[in-house]
């Protein structure tokens, strides 16, 4: 039988995972989060230290994207679901340029990956996921 040592990114998607559920309220029988805050997005990164990159269509939309959410994990395979989230700058449009993004919705699209083939996960701040963009008044 050969002993393999689960891979720490493995150990970080789990706790993420968790810690995700928890933000949901997932744990919990009778507290509900009331902020409605349920997914913590993350990047991925290779040993090349390239950012993990998908390209999808949604509502008749092409996007890509650096920016994920965990659903569901095989721990013992090292794999996970993962959601792919559309960046949005300030102005409403689609960003793939990590220092514009403002706003982050879920997609529709969803990707399984083995994760041995990263070794850094970034999470972003939850506080991006749905927020609302700035109402910017016309100029005269």
């Given at each position: 039988m050969?002993?393999?040592?689960?891979?720490?990114?493995c150990?970080?998607?789990?706790?993420?995972?968790?810690?995700?559920?928890?933000?949901?309220?997932?744990?919990?029988q009778?507290?509900?989060?009331?902020?409605g805050m349920?997914?913590?997005?993350?990047m991925?990164?290779n040993?090349h230290?390239c950012?993990f990159?998908?390209?999808?269509?949604d509502?008749?939309?092409c996007f890509?994207?650096l920016?994920?959410?965990?659903?569901?994990?095989?721990?013992d395979?090292c794999?996970a679901i993962?959601?792919?989230?559309k960046?949005?700058?300030?102005?409403?449009?689609?960003?793939?340029?990590?220092?514009d993004?403002?706003?982050?919705?879920?997609s529709?699209?969803?990707?399984t990956?083995?994760?041995?083939?990263f070794c850094?996960?970034?999470p972003?701040?939850?506080?991006f996921?749905?927020?609302?963009?700035?109402?910017?008044?016309?100029k005269?």
């Amino acid at each position: 039988m050969r002993w393999e040592r689960k891979s720490c990114i493995c150990n970080s998607m789990e706790k993420l995972l968790k810690e995700q559920k928890q933000l949901a309220g997932e744990s919990y029988q009778f507290v509900c989060n009331p902020y409605g805050m349920d997914t913590i997005p993350f990047m991925l990164t290779n040993s090349h230290l390239c950012n993990f990159r998908v390209y999808g269509i949604d509502e008749n939309e092409c996007f890509s994207t650096l920016i994920f959410r965990i659903e569901d994990m095989d721990s013992d395979r090292c794999c996970a679901i993962l959601t792919l989230l559309k960046a949005y700058d300030m102005d409403g449009c689609i960003t793939d340029c990590i220092q514009d993004v403002y706003s982050i919705k879920k997609s529709d699209q969803r990707i399984t990956v083995d994760l041995s083939c990263f070794c850094i996960i970034t999470p972003l701040p939850p506080k991006f996921v749905n927020r609302p963009l700035p109402i910017i008044e016309p100029k005269y």
